[in-house]
């Protein structure tokens, strides 16, 4: 404490000048607040809340961007969903030719316009799949391929992205190469296990065996990579019940299952004034015994081919098995249009052999004959596949694809394998388009999500460092308050020292 009366030491000017130094400055940090709304404009102003809305703040600006790259995939989806809409609507086209053309009522000059008109509308296909861009990147090329969209603040918030090649010669019928129809049955005879039929390669095995081979499963993995297991129930299953078998689970591999038996037979010399005398039935494949069957089984009583014919025709539609005539006399060709099994039973007049490269004789001499023809079963679908164990039902491990820019329409027979290959490939466009509207709709939810949190955050980043300008105004009208009584006490103490110079002589 100073002496009474000191002109040297003023304590009370001092303790002033301290009131009015730190008043000053709470009035510049108030006026700060006031000016930029803000509670916090330098670090020193509060270190941790500082901290808290920087990273509040980087967080706002990362979000924010990554709405503006959502948007912009948005963006990227529909274009490429506006070009696929006019691919479609072009093999639609295609889709009217192709059955206007299996007709056969075109003279061979309006089916070749009508291949023509399908050459320039698969160009066209090629042509926007090709000229497709997004900011001069390739979409529907096949190139976009693996692309990540940043649709978060933080690293790994990504959603990915790839576009199917869709040129006319990248879609189509993806479907397994079948290797023939089999021929079982306890008196079959054959001088060669492989042999060729009218229209494929065909295995003949005598005492029962089947084609098929039941030691282990089959294991489909279709393009987008959805795997499932069939298991083949038994040597001798139709055809048409591994079909259904297949298409059970289409759901999940993608892959579709078509049956057929069809088999042509040589009709020999008909028994000595008897002609022609077996039975037929539809099965689903137990051998030679029928077992299983389907319709009615029916017995044939023939002098001819043609009576023959008549006759499996006139019982078709309980039996479903159909009869021709081919161009060579003496040959039929029996067809199960569902790829049930068909049963040849009790031959006991007239020879009926296979046609091919080796003849396998169904009735040979006296006695009593019997044959099971097993049919064909094609998987089919609008992308790759892979079939595991693809041998044990004579089928190949890996699809082979006709392409949109293959089909031919000039001939009837081209027309019909137009119409299938068209249809899976406006599945494969679906499909995509499909996939792209999934993946616009969780950029849409992606973006309406980002949009909330940025709302929390910014209120959340308010909360933090926005002043509280009514609270703000009050301390301030106290500071200024505080200054000018500091001031007035100054001048207070300096007017006392000054006053003891009045007592000097």
Do not use: C, H, R, W
């Not at 070749?112 to 698969?122: A, C, F, H, K, M």
């Not at 089919?380 to 004579?394: D, I």
């Amino acid at each position: 404490m100073s002496a009474v009366g000191s002109i040297l030491t003023n304590s009370g000017a001092l303790q002033a000048l301290n009131a009015i130094s730190n008043t000053s400055t709470m009035n510049n940090n108030l006026e700060a607040q006031l000016s930029s709304g803000l509670s916090i404009n330098s670090p020193s102003n509060n270190p941790a809340g500082y901290i808290t809305a920087q990273g509040f703040t980087s967080q706002l600006n990362g979000i924010t961007q990554a709405i503006s790259n959502a948007n912009q995939g948005v963006s990227l989806l529909q274009t490429a969903q506006g070009a696929i809409t006019q691919q479609i609507g072009i093999v639609q086209q295609l889709n009217s030719i192709a059955v206007q053309a299996a007709n056969g009522t075109q003279t061979p000059a309006e089916s070749q316009s009508l291949q023509n008109l399908v050459g320039q509308l698969t160009s066209q296909v090629s042509t926007i799949a090709n000229q497709t861009q997004f900011n001069n990147i390739n979409l529907l090329n096949g190139s976009f391929s693996g692309v990540q969209f940043q649709v978060g603040a933080n690293e790994g918030q990504t959603l990915g992205l790839s576009i199917s090649n869709l040129t006319a010669s990248a879609i189509g019928l993806n479907a397994s190469t079948v290797s023939g129809t089999t021929v079982y049955g306890t008196n079959v005879k054959a001088t060669s296990a492989a042999l060729t039929l009218a229209a494929s390669a065909a295995k003949v095995a005598s005492g029962g065996a089947g084609k098929f081979v039941t030691t282990s499963s089959l294991a489909i993995t279709g393009q987008t990579g959805g795997q499932s297991k069939v298991a083949i129930a038994k040597a001798q299953e139709s055809a048409a019940t591994l079909a259904t078998a297949i298409n059970s689970v289409s759901g999940t591999t993608g892959v579709q299952a078509q049956a057929t038996t069809s088999i042509t037979l040589a009709l020999g010399t008909a028994g000595a004034g008897a002609g022609y005398s077996f039975s037929l039935q539809a099965g689903k494949g137990s051998g030679g015994t029928n077992g299983s069957g389907i319709g009615t089984k029916q017995t044939v009583t023939a002098s001819s081919a043609g009576q023959v014919v008549s006759q499996i025709n006139g019982q078709s539609s309980t039996s479903g098995i159909v009869a021709s005539l081919t161009n060579t006399p003496g040959q039929i060709t029996l067809t199960q249009t569902a790829g049930y099994n068909i049963n040849i039973t009790g031959t006991s007049s007239g020879s009926l052999k296979t046609v091919g490269t080796t003849a396998s004789t169904i009735k040979s001499g006296a006695g009593t004959a019997s044959a099971v023809i097993q049919g064909q079963v094609q998987f089919q679908s609008s992308g790759g596949f892979t079939v595991g164990n693809a041998a044990n039902v004579g089928l190949s491990i890996k699809s082979t694809l006709t392409s949109l820019s293959s089909i031919n329409v000039a001939t009837t027979s081209g027309a019909n394998t137009a119409i299938n290959v068209v249809k899976y490939a406006l599945g494969a466009l679906n499909n995509q388009g499909g996939q792209l509207g999934a993946v616009q709709q969780a950029l849409t939810a992606n973006i309406n999500n980002l949009n909330a949190t940025t709302q929390n955050l910014t209120t959340a980043l308010g909360v933090v460092q926005d002043a509280n300008i009514p609270a703000v105004s009050n301390q301030l009208t106290e500071a200024q308050i505080q200054a000018q009584s500091g001031v007035a006490a100054l001048k207070s103490s300096t007017q006392l020292q000054q006053s003891f110079l009045s007592l000097l002589p």
